[in-house]
């Protein structure tokens, strides 16, 4: 199972997937809030969503896993 973590601590925006899509490799999953400026969240690897474990308006730490994939 691979997550989608954030490289830096922001807000949550938008998420673009919901549980069941399937993503490719560098598609754009999220866009995350981080020092006034939108850091889109790619996924790293190709796969199908499991589970998001964050919803937009919520704060996101560094490291911080936001979505799974299977």
Same mark, same amino acid.
């Given at each position: 199972? +691979?997550? @989608?973590?954030?490289?830096?601590?922001? /807000?949550?925006?938008? @998420?673009?997937? %919901?549980?069941?899509?399937?993503? /490719?490799?560098?598609?754009?999953?999220?866009?995350? =809030?981080?020092?006034?400026? =939108?850091?889109?969240?790619?996924? *790293?690897?190709?796969? %199908?969503?499991? %589970?998001?474990?964050?919803?937009?308006? *919520?704060?996101?730490?560094?490291? =911080? +896993?936001? @979505? =799974?994939?299977?």
């Amino acid at each position: 199972m +691979a997550k @989608i973590k954030s490289e830096m601590a922001g /807000t949550v925006l938008e @998420i673009k997937v %919901k549980v069941g899509d399937t993503v /490719t490799k560098g598609q754009e999953v999220a866009v995350v =809030e981080s020092m006034k400026m =939108e850091v889109p969240l790619q996924a *790293d690897v190709a796969g %199908k969503v499991s %589970k998001i474990l964050k919803n937009a308006g *919520d704060f996101l730490n560094e490291g =911080e +896993a936001l @979505i =799974e994939l299977a």
